[in-house]
């Protein structure tokens, strides 16, 4: 009787803990998102006489270099943890953001932006992709989900608080206070409560004991049916290269990251160029990050259920209509319900990207599968931005850009409904 009690599931996990630090680095790794970087766009832009090709380059060209960077640093997580990768990463993000305060000149501002860039692609958001997948199966998609409410809250919170001081200071002050809150916010959480794996700690994912049996007949979806603790699929990086579902993953992916990038960083100038007012235009991107932690909590418990490619083809398939809505955005009544509208179909399709490719090809190399993805990802997302800002500059319009955002947003959706998961049997293994 002793014995199955110490057999057990611990009443508290401690990758619950896990999902709290993440969630508090995704947040603060906000304030050099899109939506943040949308707000010193105008201020910047006009204070330097930059036009927003120029002001947009920099951010290209340190999204490039951290999609290189990702190729190293996916394979250091999988063998040494997230730990000092992440705490590298806020101390470079956290110093790029204070000393653009003092910047006088384009090459400093493209130094330190590429450099900040470089940390919050190629380390950050990498790192918080793959830290909680290694340690849910059963609890996965939620699990992903409440780790991604630091970023949605983030998003909601940060452009407000930015525009509160660039509207009653000036830009310099926004990101000197961007820089202390990356700073006091994530470090030491990070250097002191992340861990590896739950096999470190004598678990496995979820919270099993190593020595514990799991109850049978649960029911799971897709190529998860076979898959819990004890017996879970593991592919190498050659072996997941040779499914067609890579593929087709990495390309409806690689669509997402060339759109939604763009919209992020120009939504607000396009609202604004709208008749829409500053404050209303940031006030719709807090709407938009509110209504993506509804999103990403409601996709990630309906992956569970159901499947993660499924629900994913359902969001891109929102996210094209939401694209479609935005040409007609003329006030802020619309503009606030395409906020909304967008929320839920991003917040549920990023958070469900974290969640395929654990459940497609397992924990074990999941840091080096998504670091061989992320440098295409990140061609895409630094590319994505830039074209944007050239139709701007090009047209006078965005309109077209976003059309075209569309067009590309359907064809991820059918991409993410042909990856059929790999079904290769004696790929798994007992842990």
Same mark, same amino acid.
């Given at each position: 009787?002793?014995?199955?009690?110490?057999?057990?599931?611990?009443?508290?996990?401690?990758?619950?803990?896990?999902?709290?630090?993440?969630?508090?680095?995704?947040?603060?790794?906000?304030?050099?998102?899109?939506?943040?970087?949308?707000?010193?766009?105008?201020?910047?832009?006009?204070?330097?006489?930059?036009?927003?090709?120029?002001?947009?380059?920099?951010?290209?060209?340190?999204?490039?270099?951290?999609?290189?960077?990702?190729?190293?640093?996916?394979?250091?997580?999988?063998?040494?943890?997230?730990?000092?990768?992440?705490?590298?990463?806020?101390? =470079?993000?956290?110093?790029?953001?204070?000393?653009?305060?003092?910047?006088?000149s384009l090459w400093q501002f493209y130094s330190l932006q590429i450099v900040g860039r470089m940390m919050s692609m190629g380390v950050i958001a990498l790192a918080t992709q793959v830290i909680i997948p290694k340690w849910f199966i059963t609890k996965r998609g939620r699990a992903v989900a409440l780790g991604q409410l630091g970023g949605r809250l983030g998003n909601a919170v940060t452009?407000?608080?930015?525009?509160?001081?660039?509207?009653?200071?000036?830009?310099?002050?926004?990101?000197?206070?961007?820089?202390?809150?990356?700073?006091?916010?994530?470090?030491?959480?990070?250097?002191?409560?992340?861990?590896?794996?739950?096999?470190? /700690?004598?678990?496995?994912?979820?919270?099993?004991?190593?020595?514990?049996?799991?109850?049978?007949?649960?029911?799971?979806?897709?190529?998860?049916?076979?898959?819990?603790?004890?017996?879970?699929?593991?592919?190498?990086?050659?072996?997941?290269?040779?499914?067609?579902?890579?593929?087709?993953?990495?390309?409806?992916?690689?669509?997402?990251?060339?759109?939604?990038?763009?919209?992020?960083?120009? /939504?607000?100038?396009?609202?604004?160029?709208?008749?829409?007012?500053?404050?209303?235009?940031?006030?719709?991107?807090?709407?938009?990050?509110?209504?993506?932690?509804?999103?990403?909590?409601?996709?990630?418990?309906?992956?569970?259920?159901?499947?993660?490619?499924?629900?994913?083809?359902?969001?891109?398939?929102?996210?094209?209509?939401?694209?479609?809505?935005?040409? =007609?955005?003329?006030?802020?009544?619309?503009?606030?319900?395409?906020?909304?509208?967008?929320?839920?179909?991003?917040?549920?399709?990023?958070?469900?990207?974290?969640?395929?490719?654990?459940?497609?090809?397992?924990?074990?190399?999941?840091?080096?599968?998504?670091?061989?993805?992320?440098?295409?990802?990140?061609?895409?997302?630094?590319?994505?931005?830039?074209?944007?800002?050239?139709?701007?500059?090009?047209?006078?319009?965005?309109?077209?850009?976003?059309?075209?955002?569309?067009?590309?947003?359907?064809?991820?959706?059918?991409?993410?409904?042909?990856?059929?998961?790999?079904?290769?049997?004696?790929?798994?293994?007992?842990?």
């Amino acid at each position: 009787m002793h014995k199955n009690q110490d057999l057990r599931k611990p009443r508290f996990y401690y990758g619950w803990v896990i999902v709290f630090i993440v969630a508090l680095a995704s947040f603060t790794q906000s304030a050099e998102t899109f939506p943040v970087l949308g707000v010193f766009l105008k201020p910047m832009t006009e204070d330097f006489g930059w036009s927003r090709s120029v002001f947009t380059g920099s951010m290209t060209i340190g999204t490039l270099l951290g999609g290189v960077i990702a190729l190293g640093v996916g394979p250091l997580i999988d063998r040494f943890g997230p730990r000092w990768t992440l705490v590298l990463g806020f101390l =470079f993000l956290g110093a790029s953001l204070l000393l653009l305060a003092w910047i006088n000149s384009l090459w400093q501002f493209y130094s330190l932006q590429i450099v900040g860039r470089m940390m919050s692609m190629g380390v950050i958001a990498l790192a918080t992709q793959v830290i909680i997948p290694k340690w849910f199966i059963t609890k996965r998609g939620r699990a992903v989900a409440l780790g991604q409410l630091g970023g949605r809250l983030g998003n909601a919170v940060t452009p407000l608080y930015v525009q509160y001081l660039v509207a009653r200071g000036n830009w310099r002050v926004a990101t000197a206070v961007c820089g202390i809150v990356v700073w006091s916010i994530s470090l030491l959480p990070s250097a002191l409560f992340l861990r590896r794996r739950p096999e470190d /700690m004598g678990l496995k994912p979820d919270g099993i004991p190593i020595s514990a049996e799991i109850p049978a007949g649960e029911k799971r979806p897709e190529n998860l049916e076979n898959q819990t603790p004890n017996s879970e699929i593991s592919f190498s990086v050659r072996e997941a290269v040779r499914f067609s579902s890579f593929y087709l993953l990495v390309t409806a992916i690689a669509l997402s990251s060339f759109s939604t990038p763009a919209l992020h960083l120009h /939504m607000i100038p396009y609202m604004t160029d709208r008749g829409i007012s500053d404050a209303s235009a940031v006030s719709v991107v807090a709407l938009s990050s509110v209504s993506g932690a509804l999103g990403s909590l409601t996709f990630g418990l309906l992956a569970e259920k159901f499947t993660a490619r499924l629900m994913m083809v359902l969001g891109f398939a929102l996210l094209s209509s939401s694209f479609i809505l935005l040409l =007609f955005v003329d006030s802020t009544i619309l503009a606030l319900i395409w906020g909304i509208h967008l929320g839920i179909a991003q917040g549920g399709s990023f958070t469900l990207q974290q969640v395929i490719f654990a459940d497609y090809y397992g924990r074990d190399s999941l840091g080096a599968i998504r670091g061989i993805v992320w440098p295409i990802q990140m061609v895409f997302n630094s590319i994505g931005p830039l074209v944007a800002a050239l139709a701007y500059d090009t047209t006078g319009d965005y309109r077209l850009i976003f059309f075209v955002f569309a067009i590309l947003a359907i064809v991820s959706s059918g991409f993410l409904f042909l990856a059929r998961p790999p079904m290769t049997v004696g790929i798994t293994k007992g842990v």
